[in-house]
């Protein structure tokens, strides 16, 4: 293990949580954990990976979101298609873009991980969104500090003058030319 390089030790890392994250698996001594290994790292070097086809992802995406209509599951079927367009449409760590490649390639491995993803009881769950800071900086008065404004004896009365509304009354009333 000491002539491996970084990358090989970070994804000898990465795989040993991949597996004990999907089998359960905690001890790295267990036989099955050893054998999940063996698969992985064989999958890892000798596998030519294709690049994913965005294309047929998406026709999978609508397919799913047309079946969850003609089943009348309109409620599943607004949220499958607002919530795989926020994804395709959200950046991703250290990737420029939107909509690319591993975006496909993330919703393609979740829909062949997906046993049936039409049938599934489905409930939103609202997610939380990080609560923006209220800003409580007064900046109002900050921006009016040292301004004198004169607010005149009436300051709720709304500025107009005479010439303006007199100019107002002189307008014709519109006819129909009858």
């Known amino acids: 293990m000491t002539h ?6 970070d994804l000898e890392e990465d795989i040993k949580r991949l ?7 905690q001890d790295e001594e267990d036989a099955n954990f050893q054998m999940a290994m063996k698969f992985a790292w064989s999958n890892f ?3 030519q990976f294709l690049d994913v086809n965005g294309h047929k992802v998406q026709r999978t995406i609508n397919g799913v979101h047309e079946k969850l209509l003609v089943h009348s599951d309109l409620v599943k079927a ?9 994804f395709l449409n959200a950046p991703l760590p250290n990737t420029e873009g939107t909509k690319t490649e591993m975006h496909y390639s993330i919703l393609a491995v979740l829909l062949f991980l997906s046993d049936s993803p ?17 800003d409580d900086f ?12 004169d607010m ?13 509304s007199e100019e107002g009354d002189s307008q014709q009333p519109l006819s129909r030319g009858f």
């Open 45 to 47: 070097r000798f596998h």
């Open 138 to 149: 007064d900046w109002g008065k900050y921006l009016m500090e040292g301004e004198e404004i």
């Open 118 to 134: 039409s049938n599934t009881d489905f409930t939103e769950r609202p997610r939380l969104k990080e609560a923006e800071k209220k």
């Open 152 to 164: 005149g004896p009436y300051p709720d009365t709304p500025e107009w003058s005479e010439e303006e």
């Open 4 to 9: 491996w390089t970084k990358l090989e030790r």
């Open 78 to 86: 607004e949220s499958w298609k607002r919530l795989t367009e926020a």
């Open 19 to 25: 597996i004990q994250c999907v089998s359960g698996v």
